[in-house]
């Protein structure tokens, strides 16, 4: 018996119909939106960040004069900016290093060795307290690393008050006490950033596939060799990937220096000062286009030491 065509078709599929006949057109229609919001408030965001960089501050009347200008971008290189660029530049270098260094074991462990339980524990443990509010968190280490805090009542008990002491009159990083100190805004920072380094890195170690490791051994290389010659290049765009994270989000963080550490400005408080109290716009958006170049720059060095070969 032969089949007879529905009279009456459903329109879904007509429409199914059309966009299989026409595969640019469904593509155009799928991509459109998410690249009209990328380019318009995104990138137009940006835009127009870069080009209140390139307007003047009248000092006198405390006005923006829209006039084309390298002023704010001149400014960048006095002592009192640099100083805050370095500053912020070699706090998040050293957030992003630690961050690396205590990251990649819980990774490696969590990929290579952690099952069931223990594996679904550990990842509760990584990303739990990224469920609870930034600011709380924050905070709670202010009391933590207090003077009267934990952290010193628990030092001063085990008879190490003379070494916390000690850490304190360091030059640079040390304070009157470890909320007010780099040192106490750099564990912060490390806290804070951790499991946005353990996660791209663990899932860097889970796609390194099992056969290699094994025929690294069957060849006679010792574990040590394995892991350097094998593993750790494989899992190298994880770490970048982890401290592109790490590095950025310190590098434009305002709260954390803000509320831990002495009164030395971070590049995140500059910008809040000079777009809110000063008015000065055109420096803010100067030092707001600052972090995007160094992570330009540092981005194209990850590129030229092979990070993302392996993606």
Same mark, same amino acid.
């Given at each position: 018996?032969?089949?007879?065509? =529905?009279?009456?078709? =459903?329109?879904?599929?007509?429409?199914?119909?059309?966009?299989?006949?026409?595969?640019?057109?469904?593509?155009?229609?799928?991509?459109?939106?998410?690249?009209?919001?990328?380019?318009?408030?995104?990138?137009?965001?940006?835009?127009?960040?870069?080009?209140q960089?390139?307007?003047?501050?009248?000092?006198?009347?405390? !006005?923006?004069?829209?006039?084309?200008s390298?002023g704010a971008?001149? !400014?960048?290189?006095?002592?009192?900016?640099?100083?805050?660029?370095?500053?912020?530049?070699?706090?998040?270098?050293?957030?992003?290093?630690?961050?690396?260094?205590?990251?990649?074991?819980?990774?490696?462990?969590?990929?290579?060795?952690?099952?069931?339980?223990?594996?679904?524990s550990?990842?509760?443990a990584?990303?739990?307290?990224?469920?609870?509010?930034?600011?709380?968190?924050?905070?709670?280490?202010?009391?933590?690393?207090?003077?009267?805090?934990?952290?010193?009542?628990?030092?001063?008990s085990?008879?190490?008050?003379?070494?916390l002491?000690?850490?304190?009159?360091?030059?640079?990083?040390?304070?009157?006490?470890?909320?007010?100190?780099?040192?106490?805004m750099?564990?912060?920072?490390?806290?804070i950033?951790?499991?946005?380094?353990?996660?791209?890195?663990?899932?860097?170690?889970?796609?390194?596939? =099992?056969?290699?490791?094994?025929?690294?051994?069957?060849?006679?290389?010792?574990?040590?060799?394995?892991?350097?010659?094998?593993?750790?290049?494989?899992?190298?765009?994880?770490?970048?990937?982890?401290?592109?994270?790490?590095?950025?989000?310190?590098?434009g963080?305002?709260?954390?220096?803000?509320?831990?550490? =002495?009164?030395?400005?971070?590049?995140?408080m500059?910008?809040? !000062?000079? !777009?809110?109290?000063?008015?000065?716009?055109?420096?803010?958006?100067?030092l707001?286009?600052?972090?995007?170049?160094?992570?330009?720059?540092?981005?194209?060095?990850?590129?030229?030491?092979?990070?993302?070969?392996?993606?």
């Amino acid at each position: 018996m032969a089949l007879t065509p =529905n009279p009456f078709p =459903n329109p879904f599929s007509r429409l199914s119909t059309f966009f299989y006949r026409y595969p640019r057109l469904s593509l155009f229609l799928l991509l459109a939106p998410p690249l009209l919001w990328l380019g318009v408030v995104y990138l137009g965001s940006l835009f127009a960040l870069l080009a209140q960089s390139f307007f003047r501050f009248d000092d006198f009347s405390g !006005q923006v004069v829209r006039e084309f200008s390298i002023g704010a971008y001149l !400014q960048l290189f006095t002592a009192a900016n640099l100083d805050i660029i370095l500053r912020t530049t070699g706090m998040a270098t050293a957030v992003t290093l630690a961050a690396a260094l205590l990251a990649f074991p819980l990774a490696f462990y969590i990929a290579r060795y952690a099952t069931g339980r223990l594996r679904a524990s550990l990842y509760l443990a990584v990303i739990l307290p990224l469920w609870s509010s930034y600011l709380v968190r924050v905070y709670a280490w202010k009391l933590i690393l207090a003077k009267e805090g934990i952290v010193s009542w628990t030092l001063a008990s085990l008879g190490l008050q003379g070494a916390l002491d000690w850490v304190l009159g360091l030059p640079v990083i040390g304070g009157p006490s470890l909320s007010f100190s780099f040192i106490g805004m750099f564990f912060v920072f490390l806290y804070i950033w951790l499991p946005y380094m353990i996660l791209p890195i663990q899932a860097a170690l889970e796609r390194v596939p =099992n056969s290699l490791l094994e025929a690294s051994g069957d060849l006679g290389a010792r574990p040590l060799q394995t892991f350097w010659n094998v593993t750790l290049p494989l899992a190298f765009p994880g770490v970048v990937a982890g401290s592109i994270f790490t590095f950025s989000l310190t590098l434009g963080d305002f709260i954390i220096p803000g509320t831990i550490g =002495n009164s030395s400005f971070f590049i995140g408080m500059a910008v809040l !000062q000079h !777009q809110g109290t000063a008015g000065n716009f055109p420096l803010a958006a100067a030092l707001t286009v600052a972090p995007m170049v160094i992570m330009g720059v540092y981005l194209l060095i990850a590129r030229k030491l092979g990070a993302f070969d392996a993606l």
